[in-house]
Structure formats: structure tokens, C-alpha cells
């Protein structure tokens, strides 16, 4: 069961701010959303391993060789914050 | 006799290594050499996290992960694999760092290092694979803080982080911890240890009636001692005025060299690892026999193959073997035909001094050619060859050059404004060993102007004889044997 208190707790972990009507309808929803993922728990896994991926791949590797990098001005187009050559940032810590 | 640990010192090491010998980063294909670049011109949609680019990981970094678990001696994993660990702060543009969780791929290792009562083991936790963060520049200190300018040319360099068990009892134990890892990962040949954000040390510390805290931001293996004295002491302190230590980070201050509590977080961390969907699991562990097939001498082998092949002292054979590139020079001179004893003393003893006392240390060897880096200033470099040191020690077995002059032509190659040869140097010095009867003028001259020193001499003032030393020594430019003009001149006035 999700919590009211889970619902804040996951909003501060993402940044987001979340109104006291949302949290209560977001813990509704998140709620239906593991009660239907608790269907899974009806078939019998015991024997399974976890499977993270659908493809059973391993081992895709690249080379060791240089590319060409973007030039620092494509770099920091998208952004309004920046000086010397760097994203700026509020203050953080 | 066994080392007591009277205040219960605990520190365990968490060391981060870039992996800076590759050609190009843990994802991308962007060049690994940006340490003299501008700020992000070494960047790609991959390392700056934009949305949609795709990770493909560099085989060389995986290939280095297995050399550094073999040579800690732990275990490699059959399945390994990358996750994803999440928070928020601007190093990361991805908002996750891609890094090993519950399936690091090196287990249960250790390092035997000179501990405080004789050998003593190190316990290695595990070593994993994981991307280094981009770099953040405070404007204004850290703890006034303005702002930060982020350099995103290092995200995503690749890292092997190395966690010790806290089997380090003393400051010293672990500075000669991560002398001994960083000298295993030169040999490796994976690691230049020189470049600025190499390796950087996290320590956890506690003592008898404490709690463990955690020193993040120890940037230079020297800087450990420091960070960890002050550490134990502070903590010894707040306890000995009955005072709790609280569990916290703090942050190494290395400038005043003092350790800083940083604000506490109001909510515990909380990282949300989860598999990283992007990264295919491994299975690496048939890799193994062939990196050991191509796998170097390690530091401790290569001693003991010295003592015994070269018939040199322990003390010698530590010395030389504690840069890869200082041993190799120290071959490239045997392998010339010198006297390997001799090649000992005048590498070990001659040539490492001088470089420590001009705060030179030792950057590369290309097979004919050892190169230093001055460690304040990294523009300084200095060199020396293989073929002028042979030339050097032959010169002085020959008794052509006495050791003194010797010492002074390894201090004019290193300082001289000109590339030149031993030779060179000896005949614009006039470094020649005086011929005997130059000697015997120069006593005769010295006994000759000094009358107030010969009397004095005579007269039983022993120091006297210094003096006159002095100005045999004076005359002939340092070249005359110091003993034997002693000698001459003590013949010469007692008869």
C-alpha cells in the first residue's frame, strides 16, 4: 500500500511539487497501478530466475576509439545559464 | 611486536581511479584526453545525458576492471552488470550516475602493505566499474557558495572505485595503503597517477567509543595523512571532553588541512538503484586466462626477482621497484652493462634524491629516456637517459671522476639550461680526477698561504685541518680525493 507519505517522499526525491489534492489522488492511482501489477503474484514463480531484460543478450561492447565531440557553442545552445565555457548553476549543497 | 591501536582507530578507504590511459570515455566515443581543454568541448548527447542518446560501453574499461581484480587478488564475477543510482545535483546531467549496485564485478580482495608492526593485510571489499561525474567549480568557496560552473568534459570518464574493509589502524597505514594501490595500477598500466582528478580517496574513521564518519573530498594520496590525522583527532577530542560523535560527512578541506561537517540532509539518502536497462548484463569471466597470459610483474615480485637477479639490497630493490617507470630505467641500465649494485646506488640513492629535492617525480620512460613532472607545477619537466647514467657510472668505476663530481654532473644534467652529455659536463668543469702531482701543489700552496691555519694546526687544533682541506679542494675545483688530500697534508706538516 502506498501512503500519502510515500506520494511526498517520491515527489521530493523528483523534485516535483505536489498540491495536498494531487497527493491523494496520485496515491490513488499509483495504488490501482500495483494492484494490477499485483496480478502477477498469482502465478507460480518459485522456479523462475528474474528476468530484467527481454532479450537475453550479453556482452555488446564498443571499441576504444575516438569520435568526434560537439562544439562546446551546440553544447550550450539550449541553455540561457552559462559563462566561460560552463553551465551555470545556482547555488547547490 | 604487535602494534596495540590504543583509541580503537578504524579507516576504511573508498578510492576512485580514472581509468585516464584509455582513448575514450565509459559510453562515448568522446577523447579521454581533455584535462587541458577548454570547458565542455569534449562532450557528446551521450555524456551530457541528452534525451534518447543510447550508452554503449568501452570494452577497455571492463578490460581493466578484471586486471585491477586480479591484481588485488580477488574474485571475478561470472555475471556482472551496470545500475542506475539516482539524485539530484549538477555534476550528473542524467539525473543517475551508471555504476555497479549488488553485482560489482571484483569481490573479496586484499593488499599487503608495511603496516605499523610489520607485514599487514588489507582486506578489499570489492572494486565495480562506474562513470566519473562532471566537474563543478564553486564560484566563491564551498561553503559560501554563489553558484557553479559545470565542466561536463569529465562526465562519464570511467572509474573503478575500490572499497576497503576498515583494516587500517594509523594515517600512515593508509597513505602506505594507497602508495602501494596506486603504484599496482601504474604497473598495470592503466592509470596515470600525475593527472589532476586521477585517483580521489574517500575515508571512513571512527575510534574506541565513537561512530564511523566519513571524509569525502581527499584529492592527492599525500593529502590522506592529513585528512586522517586531523580526523582522529578532532573525534578523540569531542569524546575526551565527553561529547558524542555523530554520524556525518564531512568534507576535507586540504588547504588548512582540516575536515568541515557539511549541513545534514533533512531525508536519509535514498538512491533508488535499479538495473540500468540501457547496459546489456556481462558474462567476462573467459576473458580471464587471456589477461593473465599478457598479465605484468607486480611491484612485490619485481622486488624480489631484483634482490636475487641483480644481488642488491631490500632497502634497493624497494626503492627502484616503486614506480614501474623507475624500475624499467633502472634495467635499461643494467641491460647496458653497468654494475647493477652501482646502477642501485647511483638510481636509488643519487638520482631519486635529486629529483625529491627538486619536487620532481617520475612521469615516463620510453625505453631510453626517464621523464619527471615538477609536482607543484606540472609545465616544469626534466629528463634523463639511459646512456648518459651508464656513461656517468662507468666514468666513476674507472676512478676518472670522484663520487662528488659525479653528484655534480647529475645535478647540472637536471639543471642545466642545455642537453649535454656526462662527458661534456666533466670537460667544461674540469671534473676530471686530479692528476697526483696537481694535489701535491695545491698542498703545498694551501700550507703556504695559510700560516695562521698551519699553526693553528700544530698547535692541536684540529679543525684546523678542515680548513686546509677546504682550500686543497678549493684549488683543484672539487676534483682531488677529499682523503687523500687529508692524508698529503698530515704527511706533510707532522712529517
Sequence with gaps: MITKEDVEHIGWLARIEISEQETVEYMEKLNSVLDYFGQLDELPTEDVAPTYHVAEIFNVFREDVVEESLPQEDVLANTEHKQDGAFKSPKIV | ?495
Excluded at chain 2, 575536515?259 to 576473458?287: C, H, N, Q
Excluded at chain 2, 700544530?458 to 680548513?467: P, R, T, V
Aim: net charge negative; proline share 4%.
Design chain 2, 1 to 495: 611486536m604487535v602494534y596495540e591501536n590504543p583509541d580503537g582507530v578504524k579507516i576504511g578507504l573508498e578510492i576512485h581511479v580514472q581509468l585516464n590511459k584509455l582513448n575514450t570515455k565509459m559510453f562515448c566515443g568522446c577523447s579521454s584526453k581533455y584535462h587541458d581543454s577548454a570547458p565542455n568541448t569534449h562532450t557528446c548527447p551521450i555524456c551530457l545525458g541528452l534525451p534518447g542518446a543510447l550508452p554503449v560501453l568501452n570494452k577497455k574499461t571492463v578490460e581493466a576492471a578484471i586486471k585491477v581484480g586480479l591484481a588485488l587478488e580477488g574474485e571475478i564475477a561470472e555475471e556482472t552488470q551496470f545500475h542506475r543510482k539516482n539524485y539530484f545535483y549538477p555534476d550528473l546531467p542524467k539525473g543517475f550516475q551508471v555504476t555497479q549496485y549488488d553485482y560489482p564485478i571484483v569481490s573479496k580482495g586484499k593488499v599487503v602493505i608495511e603496516g605499523e608492526d610489520g607485514e599487514h593485510t588489507v582486506g578489499i571489499w570489492r572494486a565495480h566499474m562506474e562513470e566519473d561525474p562532471g566537474k563543478l567549480v564553486h564560484i566563491g568557496s564551498i561553503e559560501k557558495s554563489k553558484g557553479v560552473l559545470i565542466d561536463y568534459n569529465r562526465s562519464g570518464m570511467p572509474l573503478i572505485e575500490t572499497v576497503t574493509a576498515p583494516d587500517m589502524r594509523t594515517p600512515k597505514e593508509g597513505r602506505r595503503f594507497l602508495d602501494k594501490f596506486r603504484n599496482i595500477l601504474e604497473y598495470l598500466d592503466v592509470f596515470d597517477g600525475n593527472l589532476e582528478g586521477a585517483m580521489r580517496v574517500d575515508a571512513n574513521v571512527s575510534v574506541y567509543g565513537g561512530t564511523r564518519v566519513e571524509v569525502k573530498n581527499i584529492s592527492s594520496h599525500k593529502g590522506v595523512e592529513k585528512a586522517l590525522l586531523y580526523e582522529i583527532m578532532r573525534q578523540k577530542n569531542v569524546i575526551r571532553r565527553g561529547g558524542k560523535i555523530t554520524q556525518e560527512t564531512r568534507h576535507f578541506d586540504e588547504a588548512r588541512g582540516v575536515t568541515i561537517g557539511m549541513r545534514t540532509k533533512e531525508e536519509a539518502e535514498d538512491y533508488r538503484y535499479f538495473r540500468e536497462p540501457d547496459l546489456m548484463p556481462m558474462k567476462v569471466s573467459d576473458w580471464i586466462p587471456r589477461i593473465k597470459e599478457t598479465f605484468p610483474e607486480l611491484p612485490d615480485a619485481k622486488r624480489s626477482r631484483f634482490i636475487e637477479q641483480y644481488g642488491i639490497t631490500d632497502m634497493h630493490a624497494k626503492s627502484l621497484t616503486s614506480k614501474i617507470m623507475l624500475a624499467d630505467f633502472y634495467e635499461g641500465v643494467c641491460k647496458e652493462g653497468t654494475d647493477p649494485k652501482q646502477a642501485a646506488t647511483w638510481t636509488a640513492d643519487v638520482l631519486l634524491g635529486e629529483f625529491n629535492y627538486r619536487d620532481l617525480v617520475i612521469s615516463s620512460y620510453d625505453g631510453s629516456t626517464i621523464g619527471c613532472i615538477n609536482d607543484k607545477d606540472h609545465s616544469i619537466t626534466n629528463s634523463v637517459r639511459v646512456a648518459d647514467m651508464v656513461k656517468l657510472i662507468s666514468l666513476f668505476a674507472d676512478g676518472k671522476i670522484s663520487d662528488r663530481a659525479a653528484v655534480e654532473v647529475v645535478r647540472s644534467i637536471l639543471d642545466g639550461e642545455e642537453e649535454k652529455t656526462p662527458l661534456q659536463i666533466i670537460e667544461e668543469k674540469g671534473l676530471f680526477k686530479a692528476e697526483d702531482d696537481l694535489v701535491t701543489k695545491a698542498v703545498s700552496e694551501a700550507i703556504a698561504e695559510n700560516e695562521a691555519a698551519v699553526q693553528d694546526y700544530l698547535g692541536g687544533a684540529e679543525k684546523s685541518l678542515n680548513f686546509l682541506v677546504g682550500q686543497v679542494m678549493k684549488k683543484t675545483k672539487g676534483t682531488a680525493d677529499a682523503k687523500t688530500a687529508r692524508e698529503m697534508l698530515v704527511k706533510e706538516l707532522k712529517g
